[in-house]
């Protein structure tokens, strides 16, 4: 069983910080996603990360997929309100497999 | 169009009732999914079905069937449901198997079911 550990779960700072959010695992990831959820609503999925050692930016948001494809991070630069929610990390195995989410981490921008 | 619907946005349901989920997608994907998701926590995967044949279970009751009746349209039913079955129920669509595409997940905006 593949799983994910993800870090912190919650995280409460004020707008204009930075903050990192980690996600870790034993297993090999064909791929890994990270997706954004609002509360009653389903997950939206910010980025896909497939090559070890990539490195993607959305934004204020920079995804890195760690070389040996088991850990990612998240890294959001002057947090802003409106970056508040649920981030959850997902990896997956090849073809049409279920995705294996971590715990998620309850994010609050304070204003 | 790139989006997952899913119907009802909620339901309430009595333990002896029979109801479905239902859940569209026009992109293409030829996989899709039913997971379930609990307040405060991530979503469980429930089944997958890959080419309109159900390819995992999660060891799920039987009183919830998936059916699958053509390639856009994912159907969940629901019999004799329990109280604590209450969660969001997602669906998901990807186009994971065809051409060695990654495994990307498109989720619905799920279903809020309440068992009395």
């Known amino acids: 069983t593949q799983l994910l550990e993800q870090s912190p779960q919650f995280l409460s700072i004020q707008e204009g910080e930075n903050l990192t959010v980690y996600c870790n695992s034993s297993s090999v990831f064909s791929s890994l996603q990270w997706y954004r959820q609002e509360p009653g609503e389903g997950p939206v999925l910010l980025v896909t990360?497939?090559?070890?050692?990539e490195v993607k930016k959305l934004k204020r948001l920079t995804f890195q997929f760690g070389d040996a494809r088991k850990d990612s991070s998240l890294h959001i630069t002057a947090a802003q309100p409106g970056d508040t929610g649920l981030y959850l990390c997902?990896?997956?195995?090849?073809?049409?497999?279920?995705?294996?989410f971590g715990k998620g981490t309850h994010l609050i921008i304070q204003p | 169009d790139t989006e997952v619907t899913q119907t009802p946005k909620h339901l309430v349901m009595g333990m002896t009732n029979k109801k479905s989920l239902k859940c569209e997608q026009h992109?293409?994907?030829?996989?899709m999914y039913w997971y379930k998701q609990k307040a405060k926590k991530p979503p469980e995967l429930m089944f997958v079905y890959s080419y309109e044949k159900l390819s995992i279970n999660e060891s799920v009751p039987s009183r919830f069937s998936p059916e699958c009746p053509n390639s856009s349209l994912l159907n969940l039913h629901l019999h004799a449901l329990q109280p604590e079955d209450s969660a969001l129920y997602l669906c998901a669509s990807s186009l994971a198997g065809t051409s060695g595409a990654p495994n990307e997940q498109f989720f619905g905006p799920g279903t809020r079911l309440t068992v009395l």
């Open positions: 992109m293409g994907h030829r996989a």
């Open positions: 990360v497939v090559t070890g050692g």
């Open positions: 997902a990896g997956v195995g090849g073809g049409a497999d279920g995705l294996t």
